[in-house]
């Protein structure tokens, strides 16, 4: 698989693993450019989540080689990894913030742990970001007290605080309405041309996939079906892509007679 012609912040070569004796990915290999928006496709089950997990170094891959700003992570030591871990932003699925402690405190708490910046500092820092994502009147609110969407901006702008080389997000659009979901892919491309980010994005979200993706990558059962730029995903005759695209079932129902005899086979 080619790269593209500039520099590349993410590299993946023939990437396996497996839970116990289950191979979860197979030969999985990709690169993400530079300001480049990238996002992973695919069934539930497909493994995307768990290619996000290694693209972070939360989970060990058997084999294969991931680079993430230029640095090799699977053979990393903790204290490297934790000092790339303060160049890279991760926005959760449910925005993981800690709901004894303020918006804003959430937000502050990277600067607070990772920085020696004095308290005025921090506050402008975390109020510029949250003003980013129109929270600016809600920073003083406990996580309980905010919406399904103020969730997920607050844990991007916990996420991008530092201002990160490559952002990662899980699942952005989950849970959301159509409207909020749609000012959040717009919110996603302003933070990409504004801070200059690389950004992953894993999503069941055909629309948002094709709004805000510079390229898609597919998985199914594990496995690479396709990476490619949006038309190449739009024209793939592969039939896994056809039903994804048209939201068609993956796996052929099973005729009653057949499902009571699978039922009581010996």
């Known amino acids: 698989m080619n790269a593209p012609d500039i520099n590349n912040v993410i590299e ?3 990437l396996n693993t497996w839970y116990g004796d289950r191979q979860i990915l197979s030969d999985v290999s990709l690169h993400v450019a530079q300001n480049e928006i990238m996002v992973i496709m695919g069934h539930s089950g497909s493994g995307k989540s768990t290619l ?8 060990k891959a058997r084999s294969g080689s991931i680079k993430l700003l230029d640095k090799e992570i699977t053979n990393i030591s903790r204290k490297e990894l934790h000092n790339l871990r303060k160049h890279i932003g991760v926005a959760f ?9 303020s918006l804003q405190e959430n937000v502050e708490l990277p600067l607070r742990e990772h920085t020696k910046l004095d308290k005025n500092t921090i506050r402008i820092m975390s109020r510029l970001k949250l003003e980013l994502m129109n929270l600016s009147e809600s920073e003083s609110l406990m996580p309980a007290e905010l919406s399904g969407g103020m969730l997920k901006r607050a844990g991007l702008a916990r ?3 530092m201002d ?3 952002l990662f997000f899980d699942e ?6 159509p409207v909020t979901s749609a000012d959040l892919d717009d919110l996603i491309l302003q933070l990409r041309d504004a801070l200059n980010m690389t950004i992953v994005v894993v999503t069941h979200d055909l629309d948002s996939a094709f709004k805000i993706a510079d390229r898609i990558t597919v998985l199914g059962d594990g496995q690479q079906i396709i990476t490619g730029y949006k038309e190449t995903i739009r024209n793939s005759l592969d039939p896994r892509i056809v039903n994804m695209l048209e939201r068609k079932a993956m796996h052929n129902t099973l005729d009653a007679d057949d499902y009571l005899n699978k039922l009581t086979r010996n």
């Open 172 to 177: 952005p659009s989950a849970g959301l309405d």
């Open 93 to 101: 699925q449910n925005g993981a913030l800690f709901s004894s402690m």
């Open 12 to 14: 993946i070569e023939g």
């Open 52 to 59: 996000l997990r290694h693209m972070i170094g939360l989970d």
């Open 159 to 161: 996420a991008v605080i």
């Open 164 to 166: 990160p080389k490559v």
